[in-house]
T-cell receptor
Framework: NAGVMQNPRHLVRRRGQEARLRCSPM?????VYWYRQLPEEGLKFMVY????????ESGMPKERFSAEFPKEGPSILRIQQVVRGDSAAYFC??????????????FGDGTRLSIL | DQQVKQNSPSLSVQEGRISILNCDYT??????FLWYKKYPAEGPTFLIS?????DKNEDGRFTVFLNKSAKHLSLHIVPSQPGDSAVYFC???????????FGTGTRLTVIP
């Protein structure tokens, strides 16, 4: 999955700590999506961002979760006061054009978040 | 509410034979469908897609068929190769939405 870079690949946090997940889209892509995958489930959409704008956050939990995609630098998914249920694989995807176009989303290798 | 369903969690096929992976959906507003392949500890890799205005799209060994009346699509891989062993996810996007809805995946094992 060359192109979309996510780090860290693995992140361990204790309950109550903060988790920050980073995503750099493919070169030339300005649309970023975050998905979460729980064990034995498919990926679930969380949020869609363009540079400096959140376009669709309909899949994002209302509390403790936030996302940004600043003008410079990677997109950040931030989880405050983590709980055990936040343990999952978090995938970032990017596309050249917006989600309404018939352009595939290309995924990074994910960040596996484990909450102790 | 699982709008995209892959009812077969696993599938085993002999090398050289055809692999057929199935996917059903419930939302008639879906207009764009994709298949992704995923290896362990990696992200999904895009394979092939199809728009709802078509009923077939082919790319090398991979062909996707769409049956809108049945709300069903399938991915055919022929001939299957051991390197095709992976989890395959079906995904769909509905008109006017930005995000993809994913199935729960089918684990394909191609036996040499």
């Amino acid at each position: 999955n060359a192109g979309v870079m996510q780090n860290p690949r693995h992140l361990v946090r204790r309950r109550g700590q903060e988790a920050r997940l980073r995503c750099s889209p493919m070169k030339g892509h300005s649309h970023v999506y975050w998905y979460r995958q729980l064990p034995e489930e498919g990926l679930k959409f969380m949020v869609y961002l363009q540079k400096e704008n959140i376009i669709d956050e309909s899949g994002m939990p209302k509390e403790r979760f936030s996302a940004e995609f600043p003008k410079e630098g990677p997109s950040i998914l931030r989880i405050q006061q983590v709980v055990r249920g936040d343990s999952a694989a978090y995938f970032c995807a990017s596309s050249r054009e917006g989600g309404l176009s018939n352009q595939p989303q290309h995924f990074g290798d994910g960040t596996r978040l484990s909450i102790l | 509410d699982q709008q995209v369903k892959q009812n077969s969690p696993s599938l085993s096929v002999q090398e050289g034979r055809i692999s057929i992976l199935n996917c059903d959906y419930t939302n008639s507003m879906f207009d764009y469908f994709l298949w992704y392949k995923k290896y362990p500890a990696e992200g999904p890799t895009f394979l092939i897609s199809i728009s709802s205005i078509k009923d077939k799209n082919e790319d090398g060994r991979f062909t996707v068929f769409l049956n809108k009346s049945a709300k069903h699509l399938s991915l055919h891989i022929v001939p299957s190769q051991p390197g095709d062993s992976a989890v395959y996810f079906c995904a769909a996007r509905r008109t006017g939405a930005n995000n993809l809805f994913f199935g729960t995946g089918t684990r394909l094992t191609v036996i040499p």
